[in-house]
């Protein structure tokens, strides 16, 4: 009797398993207050089995043109005083099947300007140089059950983004007849959240919804044509407004 519980255990472990973890990350874009240190990102498990996942963090540096470059940072052992940039602790989850668990993404050192990073959340089957605190037995079962199934691990990325100390919002509008700019003269990165382009007369003849950044001392433009409406809502860290663009 026990032995048939033990294997319709195992059966229903690895009917589990191969339905594999999913996970759902949340928002895309994450921002950190000037008065804040330190961010609670929450990652949701929607998938039956237990996902493993492993935080890996790139800072983003843009060029003139705006084109970003990825490096890589490194986000393991203890916190100290000569480790910079952003952190997340902890860099491993483990989360359950229909579960949840939270990383904090901490802040290290000079806040002079704003930083820009990319935080992704990788699922993986672990193995010892992952550093998952799991013992060899169960590391080896979830193993060999994820590769008696069909499963595809997918990550995702969020962007984050660290505003400066001191930070100032200051945003400049130019509407002319045929144009429209929005420039961001402040420190920080502000948003133009729903940006809309509708046709005057259909309703329904609208270009696909958009989110545009502008980060520090960048703009974004556009030129009017005749017959179409623009809307957005513009974003300045707390602040929200709604905004139509005059013809």
Known sequence: MHKFLYLLGLGLFASTVQA??????????????????????????????????????????????????????????????????????????IIPGKGMQGTRLLYLGNRDVERYYRVRFVPVVPEKEDQFAVPEVERKAYKDSMSAGVNILTGYGSVFFVRPENTRFTTRVHNSAIEYRVENAGNSTIELDGFKDCSMSQATDCKATRKIHVRPGKYFAFNKEPGRTYSYNLIEGGASKKVDVKP
């Open 20 to 93: 594999g973890p999913s996970i759902n990350i949340g928002t895309i874009y994450d921002y950190m207050a000037s008065d804040k240190s330190s961010y609670l990102k929450r990652i949701n498990n929607v998938g039956d089995s237990t996902a493993f996942v492993r935080v890996n963090i790139y800072e983003m540096t843009f060029d003139a043109d705006g084109k970003a470059t990825e490096t890589a940072l490194d986000n393991q052992g203890p916190l100290s005083a000569e480790r910079k940039g952003l952190v997340a602790s902890p860099a491993r989850l």
